[in-house]
């Protein structure tokens, strides 16, 4: 049983460059969320999702997109990356929105 | 949502239990305590939650206080592995609120040999 699984798990772009980051879970979890962590500080919520073909913005939203087409699969974009963007990026997924969430082990991106 | 406070810091010698104190008067009728831990370079790690009643499961122990206003995880027996930092985290039980779990600073417990 894998849990959450992000991929890739590190990645240096250039400014201005685009990617996308993968998260699958194989817990048939309704909820699906991106965080991301800057260096000393808490997690913040970026983007979330009820169910699949669902998205709502969190706490940090500017810069990003999601989207949610399998149940299993939920994926963040940036579509024009900027240094203010270097974080560390976890996904995360819980049953039902009131039940623990259950992270993965994170994306270290790096924008030079 | 309420707001938590807690130690920046601990120290815990191994083998002795661990009690992390998290304050959170502003803590509404409806609004569950969790705690998480993040060992280092890993995603958080969900422990145990609570509304009112102390909770205990395999990993800690959560004791709430009757006006909720504060409350203690308790690891019994903590080890070098228990090692990382620790949130209390205040969270409605339903609806779209309740999906956001809002990160403070929480407390670096150092469990040392």
């Known amino acids: 049983n894998a849990g959450v699984t992000q991929t890739p798990k590190f990645r240096v772009l250039k400014t201005g460059q685009s990617m996308t980051l993968l998260c699958a879970q194989d817990m048939n979890h309704e909820y699906m969320y991106w965080y991301r962590q800057d260096p000393g500080m808490g997690l913040r919520l970026i983007h979330y999702?009820?169910?699949?073909?669902?998205?709502a913005k969190g706490e940090v939203p500017d810069g990003y997109n999601v989207s949610r087409l399998k149940k299993q699969n939920f994926l963040l974009g940036l579509e024009s990356a900027a240094p203010s963007q270097t974080s560390v990026y976890f996904c995360?997924?819980?049953?039902?929105?009131?039940?623990?969430?259950?992270f993965g082990d994170g994306t270290r991106l790096s924008i030079l | 949502d309420a707001k938590t406070t807690q130690p920046t810091s601990m120290d815990c010698a191994e083998g002795r239990a661990a009690n992390l104190p998290c304050n959170h008067s502003?803590?509404?009728?409806?609004?569950?305590v969790y705690w998480y831990r993040q060992i280092h370079s890993q995603g958080p790690q969900y422990i145990i939650h609570g509304l009112k009643n102390n909770e205990t499961n395999e990993m800690a122990s959560l004791i709430i206080t009757e006006d909720r206003k504060s409350s203690t995880l308790i690891l019994p027996h903590a080890t070098l592995r228990d090692t990382a930092v620790y949130y209390c985290i205040v969270r409605p039980g339903g609806g779209d609120a309740g999906n956001m779990l809002t990160f403070g600073g929480g407390t670096r417990l150092m469990v040392k040999p």
């Open positions: 995360a997924s819980s049953y039902l929105g009131s039940q623990p969430q259950h």
């Open positions: 502003t803590i509404s009728g409806n609004e569950y």
């Open positions: 999702s009820v169910g699949e073909g669902t998205t």
